[in-house]
């Protein structure tokens, strides 16, 4: 079954230093993965997605992930970190299913960013 | 707007009660789902309708989840005789095409808060 497990719960970091939200997947097929981001009380926005293209991907607000099948990891950075990227994050693999391409979220990262 | 809308943001209900939760989604898209967030969770599949067809309820938790999209657009999901372990955030998503594409993106609303006393 497809699924994706995120590391860690809970990353803490400096403004202006780099992010690294990290994800690995499970999948018996070339998966489609995203990267989704929740401020709080708000719904799920896109950050990235891949979907078997090129394997370095860039999103929005300066965000990028990189596919690595060798290593089945799909890991999200940023090179320097901002106050307003204070959220939870979700890495999301897409599952074939009956017709249509069902999201299945990890558990989420809070990313805790400081002064 | 724009955007996925969902009411009421949040519901405060009995055990006991029957909600109503409603989404409208992005004019034109054809693809609809419904995602459960528990505290401190990441969102999980409920219910997917094309159009006004539901073609998927797998992750509805019980007979007490209903959802229906009769014209294809407005969305309600209804939840019957509430028990406390309904507390929850309730995601609406739409997407544009048929929900077998799997680059498309799907658009969320900020959900409903729901809690059940």
């Known amino acids: 079954a497809q699924s994706v497990t995120q590391l860690d719960s809970h990353v803490s970091v400096s403004e202006g230093t780099p992010v690294l939200l990290r994800c690995n997947y499970s999948?018996?097929?070339?998966?489609?993965l995203f990267w989704y981001v929740q401020h709080p009380n708000k719904g799920l926005q896109l950050l990235l997605k891949y979907t078997s293209a090129a394997t370095l991907v860039k999103g929005i607000n300066g965000f990028e992930a990189e596919f690595k099948k060798s290593e089945t990891s799909f890991h999200l950075t940023k090179p320097s970190a901002h106050m307003s990227d204070a959220a939870e994050y979700f890495c999301?693999?897409?599952?074939?299913?009956?017709?249509?391409?069902?999201?299945?979220f990890g558990t989420g990262t809070r990313l805790l960013v400081s002064p | 707007g724009a955007g996925v809308s969902q009411s009421p943001r949040y519901k405060v209900a009995k055990r006991g009660q029957d909600v109503a939760l409603r989404c409208d989604p992005i004019s034109g898209h054809v693809s609809l789902f419904w995602y459960q967030q528990a505290l401190g969770q990441g969102p999980e599949f409920l219910t997917y309708f094309q159009n006004e067809a539901q073609l998927d309820k797998s992750g509805l938790p019980s007979d007490r989840f209903f959802a229906e999209r009769p014209e294809g657009s407005v969305s309600t999901l209804k939840i019957q005789r509430t028990q406390q372990e309904d507390s929850a955030v309730y995601l609406c998503a739409s997407s544009q095409l048929q929900g077998g594409y799997s680059n498309q993106p799907q658009h969320f609303g900020d959900g409903t808060r729901l809690s059940i006393l």
């Open positions: 999948s018996s097929y070339s998966p489609s």
């Open positions: 999301v693999v897409s599952v074939l299913n009956t017709g249509f391409q069902k999201l299945v």
